[in-house]
């Protein structure tokens, strides 16, 4: 009886102290991400390193889960598990998602910021281009062209720059921890009542 009671309140104690460390490494990594990052468009490999940490973290707290459920696997076929399972799985997302909200708005205002300005010169182009029609003065139109041309490629290019900063290896890879056991779950479940114990 000491020992199990030992063991319950070792399991718990564990499951406090990784809470712990999991929201304050959340939070440190949203910390130097909005605080300590020069955002630029252009150069985003920097940013995807912390993405990396919280997808292992939202993962850790899937394979734990996965690993209390190999060990129990009585509980595959009771519809009890999923509503164990589902809550933290969308916990596991949120912890993958949480730290890289603060980074995200960064980089939509700056992309946002980075598209106004090429707006303005491009309009500020499309008006000189108008100016010199009603004008007449066509000589030099090939460099009004070229201009107009090339903002409309910047343009193009900020607007497919993404604003989250993870590889989508990254995000497939965490979708496929999260998903695959649950989808292994449920088609379990489906057969176990579709063809009986």
């Not at 104690?13 to 999991?22: G, M, R, S, V």
């Not at 496929?176 to 009542?193: E, N, S």
Request: net charge negative; proline share 5%; glycine share 8%.
């Amino acid at each position: 009886m000491a020992l199990t009671y030992g063991l319950y309140v070792g399991v718990w104690a564990f499951i406090a102290l990784f809470l712990y460390h999991t929201i304050h490494q959340l939070r440190t990594i949203d910390r130097i991400y909005t605080r300590h990052t020069r955002v630029n468009l252009l150069r985003m490999r920097p940013l995807y390193g912390l993405s990396g940490v919280a997808a292992l973290t939202g993962g850790g707290l899937m394979a734990v889960t996965y690993g209390w459920m190999a060990i129990n696997p009585g509980l595959l076929g009771e519809p009890a598990a999923i509503a164990i399972v589902l809550p933290i799985t969308v916990l596991a997302l949120a912890t993958f998602v949480w730290p890289l909200l603060g980074i995200h708005r960064l980089l939509v205002d700056e992309k946002g910021r980075l598209i106004d300005e090429c707006s303005i010169r491009l309009e500020a182009t499309l008006a000189d281009l108008h100016q010199r029609v009603d004008d007449g003065a066509l000589e030099a139109m090939d460099d009004l062209n070229k201009t107009i041309t090339s903002l409309e490629l910047e343009l193009n290019l900020l607007e497919k720059i993404p604003t989250w900063p993870w590889r989508s290896e990254t995000v497939r890879l965490l979708l496929t921890a999260l998903a695959l056991p649950l989808g292994l779950w449920l088609v379990q479940y489906v057969l176990q009542q579709l063809i009986g114990p």
